[in-house]
């Protein structure tokens, strides 16, 4: 058992470096596809955010619509950076060194551009779609919980928490 962990020792002081330099690699090549799947994202928000607005009806106040309108992306934006380097993260962790080559040239070439795009403008839309179906599953799931428990805006307590479902 010792030499296991001595072995593993040495051999992690010998590829330590190496390991060093391939997870930096593979983090600036994270980093370079990341900001080429995002390239337009802020017009693209821009437009939804538009869109948006210009759906609301009268009953929102044009005073709140033009501070929506001018605030907005700016509070948005400040959430992007963590959001970003979160995905980087993951993207260095999930994709070896040569997919990320990969994605990156592919990325770089003008079909790679338009395809990034499009991805953009199709994850937009998903997320309303997901957002709907979110709504629409948890009202359904909460109304028939608390038809069961009798919520009453509180969290499933004692023998509620265990009665099993009859539904």
């Given at each position: 058992?010792?030499?296991?962990a ?11 470096p190496?390991?060093s330099?391939q ?10 596809y ?10 693209a928000m821009q437009?939804?955010?538009?869109g948006?607005?210009a ?10 619509a033009?501070?929506?309108r001018?605030?907005a ?9 963590p959001?970003?380097d979160e995905?980087?993260?993951d ?17 770089e070439?003008p079909m790679?551009?338009g395809i ?7 994850g937009m ?9 979110e ?5 359904d799931?909460?109304t028939k919980f ?8 509180e969290?499933?307590k004692?023998q509620?928490?265990r ?5």
């Open positions: 058992m010792r030499h296991l001595a072995i593993a020792i040495i051999a992690s002081l010998s590829f330590g190496v390991a330099a997870t930096s690699e593979r983090q600036a090549l994270a980093e370079r990341v900001q080429l799947s995002i390239t337009g994202m802020d017009k437009e939804l955010l538009e948006q607005v759906q609301w009806d009268a009953s929102v106040p044009e005073e709140q033009r501070w929506f001018r605030h992306l700016q509070i948005m934006n400040t959430h992007m950076r959001m970003i995905m980087t993260r993207y260095a962790e999930r994709f070896s060194e040569a997919e990320l080559r990969a994605l990156v040239a592919f990325y070439t790679g551009r990034a795009r499009k991805q953009m403008e199709a839309a998903q997320g309303e779609i997901m957002q709907r179906f709504v629409a599953y948890l009202t799931l909460m608390c038809a069961e428990f009798d919520c009453q805006g969290a499933p004692g509620a928490a009665k099993p479902s009859t539904r």
